[in-house]
C-alpha cells in the first residue's frame, strides 16, 4: 500500500478494474461507509441513452466510448466514489485525469468471473458459451491489465472475499491517508 502524502487527492475515490470485478457492488458499500455519493458511469450512460448493449447494437463500441467519455469527465468532478466501466481507462484523457483521484484496482481470477458471468448482457462478451464468454474476459484483461496497474495507487482482489471485507479494506486505506 501507498504511504499517506498530504499532496495525493483523496477525493473522487475511483474504482477501476475488469468486467464482473465487482466494481458496483464495492463501490456502492464503501461510499455508503465513508458517507459519500456513489457514481457507477455505466449506469449513468444508460440511465440517460438507454441499456448498454442496445448502445453497442444501435451506434457502435466507438460511439459508446463517447458517451462514456463524457460521463467519467462529470463523475470526476464530484467529491464521491466513482465506479468506471471496465473500458474507460483507455482513453488518454481519463488516464490523465485519474492522476487527479485515488485510484483502487479491483482484481479477480478468470475462475471467479466464469461463475459470475452468467446473464451478464455485457456486449464485448456475447458468447455461445460461458467458457467462451471467459476466454474473451481474459483476452480484454490482458489488453488492459497494463493500463489498470499504471494508473492504480492500490489493488485488491475481489476473487473469494466477502464484499463487505473489501469495502472495509478499501475505508481503511482511504482513512489511512487522510
Avoid at 456513489?38 to 442496445?54: H, L, Y
Avoid at 467458457?131 to 485488491?156: K, N
Amino acid at each position: 500500500m501507498p504511504s499517506a502524502d498530504a499532496a495525493e487527492p483523496l477525493f473522487p475515490l475511483v474504482i477501476i478494474g475488469p468486467m464482473a470485478a465487482g466494481k458496483t457492488k464495492i463501490g456502492r458499500r464503501v461510499a455508503r461507509v465513508l458517507e459519500l455519493p456513489f457514481i457507477d458511469t455505466d449506469k449513468r450512460i444508460a440511465v440517460q441513452n438507454g441499456p448498454i448493449s442496445e448502445i453497442f447494437d444501435r451506434e457502435g463500441e466507438d460511439y459508446f466510448r463517447v458517451l462514456e467519455r463524457e460521463a467519467v469527465v462529470e463523475a470526476l468532478a464530484e467529491e464521491a466514489v466513482v465506479s468506471l466501466g471496465g473500458g474507460a481507462v483507455l482513453h488518454v484523457g481519463t488516464q490523465a485525469d485519474l492522476a487527479e483521484a485515488s485510484v483502487v484496482l479491483l482484481t479477480v481470477s478468470a475462475e471467479a468471473v466464469q461463475r459470475r458471468l452468467s446473464g451478464s448482457g455485457r456486449p464485448l462478451l456475447d458468447a455461445e458459451s460461458r467458457s467462451e464468454a471467459t476466454e474473451r474476459w481474459q483476452r480484454i484483461l490482458d489488453e488492459r491489465m497494463p493500463v489498470y496497474e499504471s494508473l492504480a495507487d492500490v489493488r485488491f482482489d475481489t476473487s473469494s472475499r466477502p464484499i463487505a471485507a473489501i469495502a472495509d479494506d478499501i475505508v481503511a486505506w482511504v482513512r489511512g491517508r487522510s
